[in-house]
Structure formats: structure tokens, C-alpha cells
């Protein structure tokens, strides 16, 4: 990042860049965007919706290995190009469920990964893609954001959902790895159902009525000043619910992220700024609630936006890595306060088996059948 323009502007004291506020770089305040802003719309209904809720039809097929509790699923012995229509809404319906699902040794070409994931929705385009494609090529990050963010604003490979800045953000992305080094560029997946149950319920009841501000502005300012590459909408603010309902699952998941999100609507400056600093924490440490993939070439990655959040990890690696990402419009984001969260959940489903066997047992001993 030696060409960034903080890095032409050197203190004489200490050797060092002087810090260069983003709107003081002609590259930025001079952009112009060749594209409007999008405006809100509602997608097709969610094909996890159409699925069998016991996956028979996919299990049929693939081998099930959860990798952990809370996040991260292996289906084995299967092509997603050989899926039928049913197995494939069965697959949307466990990632759902799951965060992210991985497969090995695809045959997918960039084609019919397009193809296939059209299946599931409309396809995103990313505002810094300079062209008209449906798909993305991402790279590795052998750079330390955390030493980057000296000179640029943004935490470009720290934990984020994908565009999450968008009025409709994405819900599920595939990424197929076409090249990738023998060590190194692993990708890092957090559960936010699992972020949001870790909460004390004091945190959660707070949160649930919050709204946290998305932005693209940084990664905007980053794009052009580090890629030399100008996005093709302008910046844009959202403030979406800091806890937001899955339309499938019916789940809370915790809607902030590291990569996007400076802070929350409804709280003063420092008050927002010390909520912010405690989910960084929160999100990193939530090893419980995370799982880390090992890349190869033809390896696949489908996880859903609205209850994960994911990082490549930096390395010194010099293989090259490359791979093809698609991506498809979500609904708005939104927070029904009769949800659950998926421990309550889990806890209350457990109690109601326990009262319907107590029910059955005592059946039993006064009927005697």
C-alpha cells in the first residue's frame, strides 16, 4: 500500500505519514459515479422457504459433518452442479440453519456457478466491480489491516456481511476457490445467532432496540485511494436493526459488524463509540460461535449474510489465490420483537419435551397403557 496518498505525506518529526483525512484526497473528493443509488425492493420469496425441513431429499445424497456446534457444516460426496431443484432449496434451508456450508473437489465452472446460484435470486453486482459481470473475483490479503488502518480508514479483512451497507444486502454468497496456496488465506466465519445468544439478557434487551449505522463510505475511500479503482455508486448510509429477525429461521442474530458498521443511531457519540469497541471484542473472541476453512482448488463456500459474518485471515503467503464469488439480494432488514433467539429456542423446545414425556409418563400410570 506503499502508493497510498497518506504515504506521500511524510512528518519531518517523526519519519512517518502524516495522517490524511480521506476528503482532503483529490482521487475521493473529486469521484463522480457513473451509477444511481439502488432503491429498496422486495426479492422473491426465499427459496429455503420450499424445503423439506428434514432435508431428506439432500441427505439423500451428500454426507452431513458439522465441523462445530454452533457454526460450519461438510457436505461430502456431492456436486452442487447435480443437485435437483428440491435438494438445492433443502441446501439454502441448512445454510440458513447452519451459517455456511463447504464442499469439496466441485466441478463448477464460473458459468455455472452463475447459472446455479441464479436458482436462489436475484445476483448482486458489487458497486467496486468495473464491469458489467454477476460475479466477483476475489484475492488473498497478505497485508495487516490492523496496520493499514493508519493510513486508510477501512478494516478490509476484518469481520463484516458482505455489503451489508445496501438498503437490500445480500442474503446467501457462494465462493469458489480456483486458486489457492498450499499454506495460508483460510476464510474465518462467525455465528451472529450465536453472537447475539453469548449477550447478558440486560445487553440483548438493550440492543434489540438499537439501529446500527452501515456504511460504505470507508471501503469506498479505500477502493479509490488503494485499488485506483472508483466505485460505481456513490457512498451510502443505512441504519438497519443492531438486531435484526431471519426470515427463514425465524431467529434473532446480532446485525453489527466490524468491516461496516461506525455505530448506532439512537446513542450519543461516546456512548456509541464504547458499544462499538465492545462488539470488536465480543467478535473476536467468539470462539464458541466460530470455524475457520482450510482452502483448496475446487473448493466451495455457501453462507448466508444474515447470520454470519466472515474474514479472510492475512498471511505472507505468495501463491497466488483467486476465487469466484456470487452473491444475491436479500430483503431489507427488519426485527419482529416476538423472535428468539436460537439458545432460547433451543432451551424452550427442551422444556416442552420434557412436559409432554412427564404428561405421557403420568398417562401411562394412571391408564395403564
Known amino acids: 500500500m506503499a502508493h497510498l496518498e497518506s504515504r506521500k505525506h511524510i512528518s519531518p518529526d517523526s519519519g512517518f505519514p502524516i495522517t490524511l483525512h480521506p476528503h482532503f484526497n483529490p482521487k475521493i473528493n473529486s469521484l463522480v459515479p457513473s451509477e444511481p443509488y439502488r432503491a429498496e425492493f422486495t426479492p422473491e420469496k426465499d ?30 460426496n456431492v456436486q452442487l452442479s447435480q443437485l435437483t431443484p428440491q435438494q438445492l432449496d433443502e441446501l439454502a434451508l441448512l445454510v440458513t440453519e447452519r451459517g455456511v456450508v463447504f464442499f469439496r473437489d466441485q466441478d463448477l465452472t464460473t458459468d455455472s456457478q452463475v447459472k446455479l446460484f441464479e436458482y436462489y435470486g436475484a445476483l448482486d453486482k458489487h458497486p467496486a466491480q468495473g464491469n458489467a459481470a454477476r460475479h466477483l473475483s476475489i484475492r488473498g490479503s497478505v497485508q495487516d489491516h490492523r496496520d493499514n488502518l493508519s493510513y486508510t480508514p477501512w478494516p478490509s479483512a476484518d469481520f463484516h456481511a458482505d455489503t451489508s451497507f445496501e438498503i437490500n444486502p445480500p442474503s446467501y454468497s457462494l465462493l469458489r476457490m480456483e486458486e489457492s496456496p498450499e499454506v495460508g488465506g483460510d476464510t474465518a466465519w462467525v455465528s451472529t445467532y450465536g453472537l447475539y445468544d453469548a449477550l447478558s439478557d440486560a445487553l440483548k434487551n438493550f440492543a434489540d432496540g438499537l439501529h446500527a449505522v452501515h456504511t460504505s463510505r470507508l471501503q469506498y475511500d479505500t477502493i479509490i485511494d488503494d485499488w485506483g479503482q472508483a466505485p460505481s455508486r456513490g457512498p451510502i448510509d443505512t441504519h438497519h436493526p443492531a438486531v435484526r429477525t431471519h426470515p427463514v429461521t425465524g431467529l434473532k442474530a446480532l446485525n453489527v459488524n466490524i468491516g461496516f458498521v461506525t455505530g448506532f443511531a439512537e446513542l450519543k457519540k461516546v456512548e456509541s463509540d464504547r458499544l462499538l469497541d465492545f462488539f470488536v471484542y465480543h467478535i473476536h473472541s467468539a470462539d464458541d460461535h466460530a470455524v475457520r476453512w482450510k482452502w483448496a482448488v475446487g473448493s466451495v463456500a455457501m453462507w448466508d449474510n444474515r447470520c454470519t459474518l466472515h474474514r479472510v485471515i492475512p498471511g505472507t503467503y505468495t501463491a497466488p489465490r483467486r476465487g469466484i464469488r456470487t452473491t444475491i439480494f436479500g430483503e431489507k432488514p427488519y426485527f419482529d420483537a416476538a423472535s428468539e433467539g436460537r439458545l432460547q429456542r433451543l432451551n424452550r423446545l427442551k422444556k416442552e419435551k420434557l412436559r409432554e414425556d412427564k404428561l405421557q409418563a403420568e398417562s401411562v400410570k394412571t391408564n395403564g397403557v
Request: aromatic letters at 6%.
Open 47 to 76: 427459496r429455503a422457504l420450499f424445503a423439506d425441513p428434514e432435508k431428506k431429499a439432500l441427505f439423500s445424497v451428500a454426507k452431513r459433518v458439522d465441523l462445530t456446534e454452533s457454526v460450519g457444516t461438510v457436505l461430502e
